[in-house]
């Protein structure tokens, strides 16, 4: 393949008690041009497997190519890679334009085709005319966004970015997510980019690849993950609420519950009746069979309310669910102690 191709990769560290395997036996391949995000919690192994990657840690078995050459015996700084990590990394003594024009001055890029480079990255990463002023001077953001004009001033065949936005608040990581998956596919840049944030991986990656105890758990696009999520961890750990049903467990979206009515109303109904039976009782979509034992009665007592998106939510206790979050878009005054029941988008339902 032209891309980057891993088989088999095991990377192990040494401790007293015998060495600590952080990555067992990892293959995945990232196509030319393609971004793959590697998503899961801390400790699971995604920054090691991409530290291999960049030959930063040995391997203890396994291999790392580049279109079908053994990365084994190339050092780092010669494998054509760039980085870009949690804190940018930028040198304070050199200016904006400067930190950009580093590794173009390694290649000994003349002078000239240097200053076009710079000026051309700062209008790609939003930062036109900001060439001159000190590293000191730029917010979280802007900083971050030199250390990925810096990354991808020399042309890199392969960017590697560890956690790139985790130290940045809720709102300018996303829109930073948003922008970075503009500028990577503008530039046809092949990426590996490791997050521990399923919602930045979703809107940065062509395809995410879940990662959990040093090992792939399952590799798809956004949709296929969201849609089939492979066991009821990796269900949490997109987001979803797993609500026990026997032998089969139920994953539950952010959304999948909404208060339709206080206690006195008609029945619950589905949001969608094509999709559902009116008692709940249908397929749900995709083909799944199973249906929704017990819907029509999801009544519970509100345990406690909430605010976020420009919506409010609620905490219920339903019978033999347990404690579930839902949306109560339109639904007024809804306190602590109410009964309400809810209906079921099923968009938002999953069995597993």
Known sequence: MSGLSIEGARVSYPGAGGPTTAVDGVSLDVAAGEVVALLGPSGCGKSSLLRAVAGLEPLAAGTVRWAGEDLAP????????????????????????GNIAFGLQMAHVPAVRRRERVDALLELVGLAGYGRRAITTLSGGEQQRVALAR??????????????????DRALR?????????????TETTALYVTHDHDEAFTVAHRVAV???????????????????????????LGYRVVPRGGRDLALGPQALVVADGGDAAPAR???????????????????????????????????????????????????WGEQRGVADGVRDVAVGDEVRLRVDPSGVVWL
Do not use: C, K, N, Y
């Open 74 to 97: 190339v050092p780092v700084h010669r494998r054509g890679f760039g980085l870009m990590f949690q804190d940018g990394q930028l040198f304070g003594h050199r200016d904006v334009a």
């Open 211 to 237: 990662m959990r105890a040093g090992r792939l758990v399952q590799v798809g696009s956004p949709a296929q993950l969201w849609a089939a999520p492979a066991d009821a961890d990796v269900a949490r750990f």
């Open 174 to 186: 996303e829109r930073l997510a948003s922008d970075l998956h503009d500028i990577l596919r503008r």
């Open 151 to 168: 990354a991808l001033a020399p042309r890199p065949r392969l960017l590697l970015l560890d956690e790139p936005l985790s130290a940045l």
């Open 270 to 320: 589905a949001s969608a009746p094509g999709d559902l039976s009116g008692d709940l009782s249908g397929d749900l979509p995709g083909g799944l069979p199973g249906g929704l034992p017990g819907a029509r009665t999801l009544t519970g007592r509100v345990t406690g309310v909430g605010f976020s998106r420009g919506r409010t939510t609620v905490t219920v206790d339903l019978p033999d």
